[in-house]
Structures are given as C-alpha cells and as structure tokens.
C-alpha cells in the first residue's frame, strides 16, 4: 500500500529510523504538509500518518483510496472522525507512550518555579555570585515540596505515575478524577476542595467542551496566594487571560505551562510575558525514549491493520 507521512519531522527530526514504516509500503515521508497541500500528497494513499495536520471531512471525500489514517500522538482531534467513520476509514491513536517522560517534565517545572534553577545560573553567569559579600545568595524564595499537598485535576495513567513521583518527595496527594477510585496514599475529593486545599496542582484530564477553560478567573481564585499550577495536558484546560491577570496580581505564586491554546503561540498572548510563569515549547512528550515508543506503536498499528486486525481503533 501506498503510505504517506504528512508531517513527521517532530516525532523523527533525524535521530530515529522510518525503516520498520517503509518496510510495509512504498513510503514517503514530509517533514511537514500546509492545509493547502494535503490533498495532493494524499492523491491515492491508502494510509495516511498524522501528528497535526488536519484531516477534515473534506480531506475524506477527496481521497475515494483512502483506507486508514494513524494519528503520531495520543490526541486525535486533528481528524474529523466522523466523516472517517462515514468513508470507511479507520483511525488510530497512539496511547500511553509518554506517561514517564510526561511526569518527569511536571516536576522539572514544578522544581523550576520552588528552586529557580535557571533563574540563579543566569545570576550566577552574570557575575553576580563571584561579586557577592556572601558565600550564596537567593533571589526568590526557596520551597521545599516534602509535607506539602499536589493536587492533581485527572487521574488517568500520566497523573498515577505523578502521585507516584509526588509521594516520593513526600508530598501529599488529592486527585479528581471521573470515576470513583481507591488508591493507596491518594485521597480524592471534588475539584473545589482540592483547588483550595493544593500547594501544587497539575493538570491531566481530557480536553472535553466540559473541561475547557476549566481553570477560569473563578477557579483560579480558589488556589492559594503560594499555589503554583502545572499544566503538561492541554492548552485550553485554562483561560490563559484570567491566569496571567491572577500572575501579574501575584494572586498564586507561579505557573508552570508546557501547552497553550495555541500552538506556536501568537506573540501577544499574555502568558509569555506574565510574573513568575515558566514555560516549554510542548516538549514534555519528546524525549527520544518516548519518541521511540511512539514510533514503534505508529508502526505495529499499521502492521495490524494490514493484517487485519487492527489495533488503537479510535472510531
């Protein structure tokens, strides 16, 4: 078969292998396709591989050889997947690939803002230790995350994995979550207790029209004045106004952001410019290990699939 990867240079910038992906079809791979392009470079795929470019109902109608898109992620809103179900084709995702490397970002942000790691190397290369009358010096407060409480807003297999780090630190643990559960060391409680009750709290449920802007200005309010919020989920889960108006007010203590609403950011939104607000160009997925994992889930689907069995169905 035919199969055409429409954008696949963040999941592969160089230091991966397409070779196990070529071995099934004659291949051809974009590091990345304009909406414009999509359906010339699909002309006649069967398989198409996406990480953000959208497919939409009108890509479907236009590619009759189309038979299966696979999705280089976890979220699959760039495809419309109800004309895909409509046109017969199938659509996959890839889940769980980066629970670990996504937890781990959460506490290098989380540590970022109570350590101010980067904030004293910048100090200390300017000159201002070697002209210090003291042996150290601190140019924000230290905090130390033992005896403290980590809320966490979902509880599916990213925010587990945090509780697991979070006690390892000897944090406390609150947790929302949809469905009732029972978890040693973790108590669950409703959104407004754990958002008043937190000295952290981290974002890990679903974008849902329920869930977005779920950190609104009245939300937000709830948090302590030394709160810090983490979002390594989805961008809209927060109003990013209402946050950066609760930053610059110094109404919570600080923010730690790997999403935005969106992405690249325009220039103007507040959150690059807001107090004591940390943030990462979407990177907590893309560590070469997860990277690896993912790539090798986007090729065992396709292998399925033309086997017949195929696997990760999502419509």
Known sequence: MKIVVLDGYTLNPGDLDWSALKAL????IHDRTPAGEVLERGADAEILLTNKTPLTAETFARLPALRYVGVLATGYNVVDAGAARAHGVAVTNVPAYGTPSVAQHVFA????LTNSVGLHTASARAGEWSGSTDFC?????????EGLTLGLVGFGRIGARVAEIGRAFGMKILATARTPKTVPGVTFTDLETLLRSSDAVSLH????PETNQLLNRERIGWLKPSAFLINTGRGPL?????LAEALNAGRIAGAGLDVLSTEPPRADNPLLSARHCVMTPHVAWATRAARQRLMQTVVENVRAFLA????????
């Open 25 to 28: 079809g004659a291949c051809t």
């Open 109 to 112: 942000l989380l540590l970022e």
């Open 137 to 145: 010096y601190w140019k924000e407060p230290l905090v130390e995350l």
């Open 205 to 208: 449920c679903p974008l849902t």
């Open 238 to 242: 927060i109003a990013e106004a209402d």
């Open 308 to 315: 017949g069995t195929p696997r990760n169905v999502v419509n």
